[in-house]
């Protein structure tokens, strides 16, 4: 604990894991953010934006002790030294200030360490908000560091399998019915066969949306997720509980309006565990495990869309 510049009092904090791939890997993992929703399990939408000599500024929404925050932070990334430095441009209350680095040292065994550390300040100096911050930091980074290691580990020894595709459907509407039918999640089950029900709750800008779908090979499943509107006409999703074999599942609506038409595109990411899937789904290979989870993803999405498409016309036919 310091005295910061302004006279705020300043905390630290320090998180460690060792993992058991190459600190090059492990460093190729921390510095693709637009792959963290993917990989750590808080980072719910990833908005980057490059900046010269190696920097970026990062818009982030995360969970945080049950609800999610945003804020915009600039990064420095350093590959030689294998470290990235970052600093929060725009914090989310209860911070004031939040700082910190990404270090990754590489083992005599070949194996290496990562440290994150952090300094922050809160709102005020309150005591409350200097605790809420430090557990909600202490989960966060334990996690992230836990994650870290898991996907350079796995994705080194192939246990782990990425995969991001998207689909589009073009409607001859105004884009923003399109984008009140995604959004009014709640009425879904009574306009999409594939979904049952939905429980729909909100939590700051955020919604919490937990649901029951069955997909084309008519397998039911639950999911819930946390979904932020990111711009305009962009809604990101981030699903907290996913289907067996799932890692992570990440995905957003986007829709790009031309005149009277638009376009409507769903867009997935997914970690999978490779063996579990294949097990789970009687694959015979990795192909064909990407060969099923894209089918049984976009079908529904496509289907989802097929029915915005359905919506937004017949609105603008009544118009």
Do not use: C
Not at 239 to 267: C, D, I, M, R
Not at 287 to 304: H, I, K, W, Y
Request: hydrophobic share 40%; proline share 4%.
């Amino acid at each position: 604990m310091s005295e910061s510049e302004t006279g705020a009092i300043e905390y630290t904090t320090r998180h460690t894991v060792d993992v058991a791939a190459p600190a090059a890997h492990v460093y190729a993992v921390v510095a693709e953010a637009e792959s963290w929703p993917t990989i750590f399990p808080p980072a719910v939408h990833v908005r980057r934006r490059p900046e010269a000599g190696g920097a970026e500024v990062l818009d982030v929404w995360a969970s945080a002790k049950d609800t999610v925050k945003t804020w915009r932070s600039r990064r420095e990334l350093d590959p030689d030294t294998r470290t990235v430095v970052f600093r929060q441009l725009v914090t989310a209350a209860p911070v004031a200030a939040m700082s910190g680095t990404w270090r990754v040292e590489s083992n005599d065994d070949g194996t290496s360490s990562v440290i994150l550390d952090h300094r922050f300040s809160a709102i005020g100096d309150d005591p409350a908000s200097v605790e809420w911050i430090t557990q909600a930091l202490d989960a966060n980074s334990t996690a992230e560091l836990a994650a870290v290691a898991a996907t350079a580990v796995g994705r080194q020894n192939g246990s782990i399998v990425s995969l991001s595709f998207a689909d589009s459907v073009s409607i001859l509407s105004d884009a923003q019915p399109v984008f009140d039918f995604l959004y009014r999640a709640d009425l879904w089950p009574d306009r999409l066969p594939h979904v049952s029900r939905v429980a729909l709750s909100y939590v700051d800008d955020a919604q919490i949306l937990e649901m029951d779908t069955v997909n084309n090979a008519g397998d039911a499943h639950t999911t819930r997720s946390y979904r932020v509107v990111t711009d305009r006409f962009e809604l990101a999703y981030k699903q907290t509980v996913v289907p067996a074999g799932f890692l992570a599942h990440y995905g957003k609506w986007t829709l790009e309006q031309t005149g009277n038409a638009t376009v409507a595109t769903s867009h997935h990411s997914v970690q999978l565990d490779l063996e579990k899937l294949r097990e789970r789904l009687g694959a015979a290979d990795r192909a064909d495990v990407e060969q099923r989870v894209r089918a049984a993803l976009g079908g529904n999405s496509v289907r989802t869309l097929e029915a915005a498409k359905a919506f937004a016309e017949s609105q603008r036919s009544v118009a």
